[in-house]
């Protein structure tokens, strides 16, 4: 052991004969640990509303973006042929469709 943590014991020994530093000891490792709120808890459940902020604000974006694109599909004949062509593969009854794989360039 270093000094510096033999010091260290030997106050905090030192300070356990203290009643009051002894009850603030026992009260502090009692909120951290074994309490059904304990700080350890509140952590991780304050990390876990983070993620889930973090999620909504995601599939919020999502349903704007969503929304925009239905809109432009009602609002512009272009676009839904563009989109039906693009996604469903759709053609005009005298055309051809050509395939082509990006992966296999």
């Not at 356990?16 to 309490?35: G, Q, S």
């Amino acid at each position: 052991m270093s000094v510096e943590s033999r010091k260290f014991w030997r106050w905090f020994l030192s300070k356990l004969k203290n009643k009051f530093f002894l009850t603030a000891v026992i009260f502090l490792l009692w909120m951290l640990i074994f309490d059904s709120s304990n700080w350890i808890s509140m952590w991780e459940t304050k990390r876990n509303i983070q993620r889930l902020e973090n999620e909504r604000d995601y599939y919020i974006q999502k349903i704007q973006d969503d929304r925009r694109k239905i809109n432009e599909l009602q609002t512009n004949n272009e676009n839904l042929e563009k989109f039906a062509r693009e996604q469903y593969l759709m053609k005009k009854p005298n055309e051809e469709i050509f395939i082509v794989d990006e992966e296999d360039l």
